[in-house]
């Protein structure tokens, strides 16, 4: 059998496409926040907490309402979209003209207390999720057993982020958004209502988090802790890609899951330090980020 | 002179009958340090392990304070406190010094997470107190960092290695393979289960150690499906585990290969169902279904925590039981006498059938190795397991040959 580095070629191939998968989930997620940040000048760290939010409300929706899976992948992010709205609307709208220290630190009170909530009201060790009954089962790709659901999870979040990117770069609705972030007076003055659009993007930014954490919740456990488990990581990839930059966050997530996979088989115990080295060189050679422009 | 002796004798004999038969006469006049035994239940009221500790261990205690006053009717007060550690030993040690120092604390229980344990056995020496822990996982407590003044209640890493170790691989899955978590912890749990398989017969094919709190594990997993062991062991615990198995069952590895927990609790368990988790097997100290004595208490700790127990929880509700019987019988709250007496005397409740505190500290009890019944099994909600074994008290824990232990006599 021939082997890459002394791994059989088979399991390369599948640790790639594990880290498929998981760079999907950094790419729905940091597109999430590349979006608030781009166009609110906000650093959301509230965004692993809505992720979880997400998940949790899938949960919720199943266990309580009796609603599935498909209606909950549109229903719970539209929820956490209007908690989003909510808290634009009556948080962060007042510190747009400060530093960004305080929307940080504001985001960052809302995680904890989101968190709590959730850790109060269901514990810690989580909640099960069963996978959709259209995905059970595996495809067996001859050199790995992908299950049908990671298949699905990657494009799901493909899709979604190809969508966000074709919306923001390639419409008009897009091309007002972009002009009210570079000179909210002047696209004011053009008679467009930029406090709704702010608003709206908020909502949409977090309602991409709560649709990953619908996503991730048949594949992991939902449990109140696993946004913050995972919102460091995405931060990291935001830096990486660039803060603010759509095309980099989606490429960005996308790479760092592979280099993320590929760490695990060389050196597992590095996988979760890898991105974090990759941050500092990044930062050291190009500030802005791989995408990002210098402003 | 010795008239009067005589004259105070029978007065005391006339007094303690008027006071009442019923209650037993053996117990001396109780000294007590403020006047009243205090305890303090030091957990992780909202952390990684506050389902297997956290608000049920103070549940638990409060249970056995409560059941302790309507059994004995003691003539003196006792009070139980709680605090959060939020698994930082300093945070812990911190705490126990103030509840030593300034708050009367007599004796600390729970104590969960190793790191934590150990600041606050120091302290407990220190001070002179008693530290009973029924929830921390490390063997040091016992071994290299063992202490006059602390007794290791539930469980330790040997007692949870030790059973799957051996009795799995003595049921013909002689190949293992390790997911370890990449810390001090999780490499002892891989030693100690290894040094078990090893020495039954079996051999151990491979490990991969990942980092804690990953948030992925397929990756690790795959490597345990290409390692072709029967046995996969899963050094870890919490939130890692959880999400272990939850993945191993969703790349199919549960068809061909056994997962064995080697921190798993009925909480982990209850966290992912049982379509997840049928046929893992692993090792507990208690289990709430296991015979009257277990349901009648677990049933009651249900009506007020709306959860079953784990055996932390059962073994806090011991462990505060046992100590306030020891000082009913001694009389005092003073730790050396409060010890000698736990040391020489057997626990009996619906916790521990004969236990018994060694020299080193560790109280031993018979384990259970169980394996998760399949969902058509279930008879009932919590009704989870199928003993596979009863580990006896002499077999489930280090012997005292192995002790490293400098109070142990050899």
Redo the contacts between chains.
């Keep these: 059998m021939s082997e890459i580095f002394g791994i059989?070629i088979q399991?390369f191939m599948?640790?790639l496409m594990?880290?498929l998968?998981?760079g999907s989930f950094y790419a729905t997620l940091s597109l999430g926040l590349a979006v608030i940040f781009g166009m609110l000048n906000i650093i959301n760290f509230a965004h692993g907490a809505l992720y979880m939010a997400g998940a949790m409300l899938a949960w919720m929706g199943l266990n309580y309402f009796g609603i599935g899976y498909w209606w909950s992948l549109l229903l719970a992010p539209l929820g956490v979209g209007v908690v989003g709205i909510f808290i634009e609307r009556s948080m962060l709208q007042w510190l747009y003209r400060l530093d960004h220290l305080y929307g940080l630190l504001l985001t960052f009170g809302l995680a904890l207390i989101l968190e709590?909530l959730f850790?109060d009201l269901y514990?810690?060790?989580?909640?099960?999720y069963?996978?959709p009954e259209e995905f059970a089962g595996?495809y067996n790709l001859g050199f790995?057993?992908l299950?049908k659901?990671?298949a699905w999870v990657i494009l799901a979040s493909l899709l979604v982020c190809l969508a966000t990117w074709f919306v923001i770069e390639k419409t008009r609705l897009g091309a007002y958004l972009r002009a009210a972030t570079e000179n909210p007076q002047l696209t004011q003055a053009f008679g467009i209502n930029v406090p709704l659009m702010v608003m709206l993007t908020y909502g949409f930014g977090v309602a991409l988090a709560g649709f990953a954490g619908v996503l991730a919740a048949p594949?992991?456990?939902i449990?109140p802790?696993?946004g913050s488990?995972?919102i460091i990581?995405v931060f990291a990839v935001v830096v990486i890609g660039g803060m603010g930059s759509i095309l980099g966050s989606i490429v960005t997530g996308l790479g760092l899951g592979l280099i993320e996979?590929l760490t695990?088989?060389f050196y597992?115990?590095a996988?979760?330090?890898v991105v974090f080295i990759i941050m500092a060189i990044v930062l050291l050679v190009r500030p802005a980020g791989l995408f990002g422009r210098e402003k | 002179m010795k008239r009067k002796l005589i004259c105070t004798l029978v007065g005391a004999a006339v007094m303690s009958l008027a006071a009442g038969q019923s209650f037993a006469q053996k117990a001396p006049a109780v000294k007590l340090s403020g006047d009243m035994v205090k305890i303090g239940v030091l957990t992780d009221m909202?952390?990684?392990?506050?389902?297997l500790g956290g608000q049920g261990s103070v549940t638990a205690a409060q249970m056995a304070v409560d059941d302790f006053k309507a059994q004995a009717k003691p003539s003196w007060k006792i009070e139980l406190v709680y605090a959060d550690h939020q698994n930082k030993a300093d945070v812990g040690s911190n705490k126990a010094r103030e509840w030593y120092d300034t708050q009367g604390v007599d004796m600390i229980t729970d104590a969960l997470n190793s790191a934590v344990a150990l600041a606050v056995s120091k302290v407990t020496l220190e001070k002179k107190r008693m530290l009973i822990d029924t929830g921390a996982a490390s063997t040091r407590l016992t071994n290299e960092d063992c202490s006059p003044n602390t007794v290791h209640y539930v469980y330790d890493t040997y007692a949870l290695a030790n059973g799957p170790g051996k009795a799995v691989t003595k049921q013909g899955k002689d190949s293992w393979f390790f997911l370890t978590a990449?810390y001090a912890f999780g490499h002892s749990l891989e030693k100690d289960t290894s040094d078990a398989v090893k020495a039954s017969g079996g051999k151990v094919v491979g490990a991969?150690?990942?980092?804690l709190?990953?948030?992925?594990f397929?990756?690790?997993l795959?490597?345990a499906?290409?390692s072709k062991a029967k046995v996969v062991g899963l050094a870890n615990a919490?939130?890692d585990t959880?999400?272990s198995i939850?993945?191993a069952n969703?790349?199919?590895l549960t068809k061909n290969q056994t997962i064995v927990g080697l921190l798993t609790t009925i909480?982990?368990i209850?966290?992912?169902?049982l379509?997840?988790t049928q046929g893992m097997m692993f090792t507990e100290g208690f289990y709430w279904n296991l015979n009257n004595d277990t349901r009648e208490w677990s049933r009651r700790f249900f009506g007020k925590h709306k959860k079953m127990p784990s055996m932390l929880h059962a073994g806090t509700y011991s462990a505060v039981m046992t100590y306030l019987k020891a000082v009913q019988a001694t009389g005092t709250d003073e730790a050396d006498a409060v010890m000698k007496h736990l040391k020489s005397t057997t626990i009996n409740d619906m916790f521990a059938k004969g236990g018994k505190v060694r020299a080193d500290g560790r109280m031993v009890h018979d384990m259970y190795l169980v394996e998760v019944k399949k969902p058509a099994e279930s008879k009932e909600p919590w009704d989870y397991y199928n003993i596979k074994a009863v580990i006896p008290a002499s077999e489930a824990f280090q012997p005292m040959s192995l002790s490293r232990c400098p109070l142990v006599k050899k």
């Excluded at chain 2, 909202?46 to 389902?51: A, E, K, L, N, R």
């Design positions: 059989p399991a599948g640790q594990l880290g998968v998981n709590g850790r514990g810690v060790s989580g909640l099960p069963s996978i595996a790995m057993f299950p659901y990671r594949a992991m456990q449990s802790l696993m488990n995972l990581v996979g695990k088989v597992p115990e996988s979760s330090t | 909202s952390g990684v392990y506050s389902d990449d991969v150690r990942h980092p709190n990953a948030s992925d397929s990756s690790f795959l490597q499906q290409s919490g939130g959880i999400n939850k993945a969703e790349f199919g909480i982990d209850h966290a992912l169902g379509p997840t």
